[in-house]
């Protein structure tokens, strides 16, 4: 068995893509709205001002899509794999550039040499984010989970519950 399919992971891994299947439902009905969502075991969190039978309308139609094949839309351009990702990479790159016994003055020299190398090393992760999202992160495989329910916990925040 693999680590991505113990039970917690593989159910927070299919509710990270329901959520973003979502929020690319809903989101060309709110083009003016930031949007964002956060996923565990239980189901996924929307932050955001939506409708709340809108929200339930989109959940269902990812729900529906996903299970008919559509896994892109399991992957999200806003996710934060893909930050998370490019951040990793260029913020090691410039640590390591920075790192060693030299005085912060003559480290300082280096920054001119570094900091394009950090910015070329963040444009050339960007492909790694989604190819993370799709193999480890989310898992478009629904299997026979359903949304049990959607509530609107305050203005701007709603809870959806799966199983």
Known sequence: MSLLNLPFLLETRRNHALEHATLKILSP???DRQMGGHSNPT??????????????????????????????????P???TNYA????????????????????????WRIPFIFPLVLLVWQLSKPLGPKL????TTEAELGDMEIISIKKIRPSLHRVVTA
């Open 29 to 31: 009905k709110y083009p």
């Open 43 to 76: 189901g996924f969190m929307i932050i955001g001002d939506v409708d709340t039978d809108a929200l339930r309308a989109a959940a269902d139609e990812a729900l529906k899509r996903l299970r008919a094949g559509e896994r892109d839309l399991a992957i999200h």
């Open 78 to 80: 806003g996710c934060g």
């Open 85 to 108: 990702t490019s951040g990793l990479l260029a913020g090691s790159l410039a640590w390591f550039g920075l790192s060693g016994r030299a005085s912060w003055g003559k480290k300082a």
């Open 133 to 136: 999202q799709d193999g480890i």
